[in-house]
């Protein structure tokens, strides 16, 4: 074999070999990226929630721990009260666009859950139920549609 043939034949070597090797390194890149960008997100977002239950507490006033609709509130301290139920149904509404999809994977269905989970605790409580309809003006009409449900399975459950 001369050197030319050498090289032809290490040519289709590569071709055959290293270039399904590329690409599948190149795949499974890509995937990992993408798994690292979603769990970004769902940190991102559960810093945005913590940040929320901080002023929570720093508004116990509100009693927005306890059980109870509150009704002995101030005006000033309803209208806080709305303001951060309205915060709370903003980053409920941005879980969702980022977080939700169709067909999800079971990675991105247990992030989800986990969102789930806060939506059903607030919507437990019949003054954030009672509060939702004015706060959802606007918002995306899939996460209406999914919050709403949730709120109904709550009141039922009541």
């Known amino acids: 074999m001369t050197g030319l043939e050498w090289l032809e034949a290490a040519s289709y070597l590569v071709t055959i070999v290293g270039l399904p090797f590329a690409i599948a390194v190149y795949l499974i890149d890509q995937r990992r990226e993408r798994q690292n960008e979603e769990e970004a997100i769902f940190l991102r977002l559960s810093d945005e929630y913590a940040a929320f239950m901080r002023l ?15 009704d002995d509130l101030s005006e000033e301290q309803r209208e806080r009260k709305q303001a951060l139920f309205a915060i709370l149904v903003a980053l409920f509404e941005r879980a969702y666009v980022l977080v939700y999809e169709e067909g999800m994977s079971r990675q991105q269905a247990r992030l989800w859950q986990s969102w789930t ?42």
């Open 56 to 70: 929570v507490i720093d508004n116990a006033d509100l009693r927005l721990l306890s059980p109870g609709d509150g």
């Open 117 to 158: 989970d806060y939506m059903q605790e607030w919507c437990r409580r019949p003054d954030f139920r009672a509060a939702l309809p004015g706060l959802l003006h606007g918002e995306d009409p899939d996460f209406v549609t999914v919050i709403e449900g949730i709120a109904a399975e709550a009141a039922m459950a009541r």
